[in-house]
């Protein structure tokens, strides 16, 4: 069951939360204050599938996963994205689900938004949101297949005894209208009232029957892959139930297709009974809730405008109180004078008289305070340059008995991955010639820029070199220290 006021879910429309047996609109800037949930549409998204080993630590494991990402999953090492993973424990191995959205895209689409938001607490894809009716309402040990359709976006998702477990995308409703030549509305309004049975279409709506068959089918093609990818990872035998989500109906008929694909499944709508409010909102509303009340539940966070540490808005808040007992206090002495006599009210004058001494000498400081600081934001600058020219040095020194032998092919092999290393702000402790054409060297990177490694090696590989891997990955102390060869 939804709790009350417990989470803010922000849509493009309007910010909701659930109250009163029913989504209300915030307006209140308390209310903005909840734990805010965004919903990321999948076409804003990246999505990679990874192996790892099963000894591989959680931290090593990040940044295997990112370096695969960025070497294997298109993401471009100029860009910014904000990436996380579900892992699953698969035997002998980890496979790991790997998601990313990037920044300016997040801010992008949050900028599109009606109103201001200041912070998302967490962003995750729908098809997650799923899982919460596992943990709250439906018991399951099987395998079970969510079909979502809806007018923007269309997936399914594979859950094994309730955790997630895989998803795909097929055709929203918009995308089958544009497939079969009809408007969005028709589409919709013939799936609801006539399914998916032939019967059910009359001779005027025929061809439209069998283009939205046609899409339909190759949409299933696509499931069925799905399914029999995650069967070899892990080892089911079948899908149990089809739950289907069509803006809370089911698709009559549409159990012949799966059984015609070889999926014989119980096919049955989302909810026997719908619940108070609709399914867009009810099951992100529940996964957040969920996620806010720390539940046992697979969790993803790409959101790129995390709230504020609590720190921070704890010391403003006692920054306050302590601004409103000064004013306070000088209300006090204010109203204190006024009862004073004549002598009273001329020390009164002195002290203002002195104040505003103060104050002027405050002022000079505060001028003198904006100058060190310009000062001080300059020799930053300077230091930073400085710290730029004695990264080259501090390389060119780690490479210099390697580089005085090297002919100009072998120079412009070293300036590539100087210039790379410089890009990227990443060390390197020792490089060594293992051939002509190969050299291996030791990255450093601190745990701030840990993506660095994984750009670092997508970079140069669009450079035009054969072969860029990472051999062994440490992390200490706050350091991740990569051994990485590269073939000519």
């Known amino acids: 069951m939804l709790a009350e006021k417990k989470v803010l879910l922000l849509e493009k429309e309007k910010p909701f939360f659930f ?42 494991l990040a940044i295997q996963a990112e370096i695969q990402f960025y070497k294997e999953g298109g993401l471009n090492p100029d860009k910014e994205y904000v990436i996380d993973y579900v892992k699953h424990d698969i035997g002998e191995e980890y496979l790991v689900d790997l998601f990313a959205v990037e920044k300016s895209v997040f801010d992008e689409y949050v900028a599109s ?29 099987g395998i079970e297949l969510i079909f979502h359709l809806s007018d923007q976006e269309a997936f399914v998702a594979l859950f094994s005894s309730g955790k997630y477990i895989g998803h795909r995308g097929v055709s929203s409703l918009e995308v089958l209208a544009k497939k079969v030549g009809i408007e969005q509305t028709k589409v919709k309004e013939l799936l609801e009232s006539n399914g998916l049975r032939q019967e059910n279409y009359s001779l005027d709506d025929m061809l439209f029957y069998n283009e939205i068959v046609a899409v339909i089918s190759k949409d299933i093609e696509k499931i069925v892959y799905l ?22 109906l089911p698709i009559d008929g549409l159990e012949l297709f799966f059984s015609n694909f070889g999926l014989e499944s119980r096919v049955v709508p989302l909810f026997e009974s719908e619940p108070v409010i609709p399914t867009y909102y009810y099951l992100p509303l529940l996964y957040a809730t969920a996620i806010q009340e720390k539940k046992e539940i697979t969790q993803i966070n790409l959101s790129a405008k995390k709230r504020k540490k609590a720190l921070f808005r704890y010391r403003v808040v006692h920054y306050a109180a302590f601004v409103v007992f000064l004013l306070l206090v000088l209300g006090s002495v204010s109203a204190f004078m006024e009862y004073e006599n004549e002598k ?8 203002e008289k002195t104040y505003k001494t103060k104050q002027t000498r405050y002022l ?20 930073k340059e400085k710290e730029d020219k004695l990264f080259i040095l501090e390389n060119t020194y780690n490479i210099l008995p390697l580089a005085e032998d090297l002919g100009h092919s072998r120079q412009r092999f070293m300036n590539d991955v100087l210039k790379s290393l410089k890009k990227y702000k990443l060390n390197v402790s020792r490089m060594h010639q293992m051939k002509d054409q190969e050299i291996e060297l030791v990255v450093i990177s601190v745990s701030q820029n840990r993506s660095g490694i994984a750009k670092f090696i997508q970079d140069m590989l669009k450079k035009g070199y054969k072969s860029v891997s990472t051999r062994k990955i440490t992390f200490e102390d706050g350091v991740y220290k990569s051994l990485i060869r590269i073939q000519k």
Do not use: C, W
């Open 227 to 248: 399914v029999n990818h995650r069967r070899r990872f892990f080892n089911f035998d079948t899908v149990s139930v089809i739950r289907v989500d069509f803006n809370g």
């Open 113 to 141: 938004f009606s109103y201001d938001i200041t912070a998302v607490d967490v962003a995750f894809p729908r098809f997650l949101s799923y899982e919460a009716l596992y943990v709250e309402e439906i018991k399951s040990e």
């Open 364 to 383: 000079k400081l505060l001028k003198a305070f904006k100058a060190f600081k310009q000062k001080h934001m300059a020799l930053l600058k300077e230091r």
């Open 344 to 351: 009273a009210q001329a020390e009164l004058h002195n002290i």
């Open 19 to 60: 109250a009163n047996e029913q989504l209300e609109t915030a307006s209140y800037k308390s209310e903005f204050s909840l734990f805010s949930a965004l919903v990321l549409p999948l076409n804003l998204l990246h999505f990679h599938l990874v192996k790892l080993p099963l000894t591989t630590s959680d931290e090593d």
